[in-house]
């Protein structure tokens, strides 16, 4: 079956734009997380959807959002660009939720902020 | 906050041998772990998990203990190949979250 399809693989923005994300989870999976990493800091959390409710926020500004949809497809949204925002943005899928189970990761989107 | 941390950035094997990559973690309160490789270009991939009642658990030339007397987690692949050399991240959830907190990464590098 189809993994975790994450749009666009690759994008650049300039500092002040916005920039939307698009990830299509395993089907059947109902959650769908977030997660940004950066050579410095790892993996880090920034939020999970279940049935179109946001579960779970980890410590991102506001300028971080994201949604679900009716199909657990899930979009992210990062507002007023800044140059440290350049990151691989993962999206990972699973069942009910991390604690009950793994994560299935996409590929990712790199997003370059110049 | 969580922290998850790895002893070491890099480790360098020779093919064949055995490889050991540890991890140490914060949360005493943690229910799951998994362990991830991350290859260049791709995403993070699934290894091998194990759960707090559990010391031990074996895979296909992975072993994974964990010792939570000193929060500690280890990843042991065997007879070590080319194809292992990635990233290696450990992961866990708390008993009370839903969220994998995960650590910085250790670089696997396999010498042919």
């Known amino acids: 079956k189809a993994g975790v399809t994450q749009t666009p693989r690759y994008l650049i923005k300039t500092r002040g734009q916005q920039v939307t994300l698009s990830c299509s989870p395993i089907?059947?999976?109902?959650?769908v997380s977030w997660y940004q990493q950066t050579p410095g800091q790892g993996l880090q959390f920034l939020f999970e959807?279940?049935?179109?409710?946001?579960?779970n926020k980890g410590n991102f500004p506001g300028r971080f959002s994201g949604r679900q949809f009716s199909n657990s497809r899930s979009e992210m949204n990062v507002s007023t660009l800044e140059l440290g925002d350049s990151a691989l943005y993962l999206c990972?899928?699973?069942?009910?939720?991390?604690?009950?189970?793994?994560?299935?990761f996409g590929e990712g989107s790199r997003l370059t902020v110049l | 906050g969580e922290s998850v941390g790895l002893h070491l950035p890099t480790l360098s094997v020779q093919e064949g041998d055995n490889s050991i990559i540890n991890c140490a973690y914060s949360?005493?309160?943690?229910?799951?772990f998994i362990w991830y490789k991350q290859e260049s270009g791709k995403g993070p991939q699934f290894i091998i998990d194990?759960?707090?009642?559990?010391d031990k658990r074996q895979g296909q030339r992975v072993t994974v203990l964990l010792n939570k007397t000193v929060k500690h987690l280890s990843l042991q692949i065997a007879a070590t190949q080319p194809g292992d050399s990635a990233v290696y991240f450990c992961?866990?959830?708390?008993?009370?979250?839903?969220?994998?907190?995960f650590g910085t990464g250790t670089s696997l590098t396999v010498i042919p």
């Open positions: 949360n005493s309160a943690s229910d799951y």
């Open positions: 990972a899928s699973s069942w009910t939720g991390a604690s009950t189970g793994e994560l299935f």
């Open positions: 089907s059947g999976h109902r959650s």
């Open positions: 959807y279940f049935s179109e409710t946001q579960r």
């Open positions: 992961a866990e959830i708390p008993f009370t979250g839903n969220q994998f907190y």
């Open positions: 194990i759960r707090s009642n559990m």
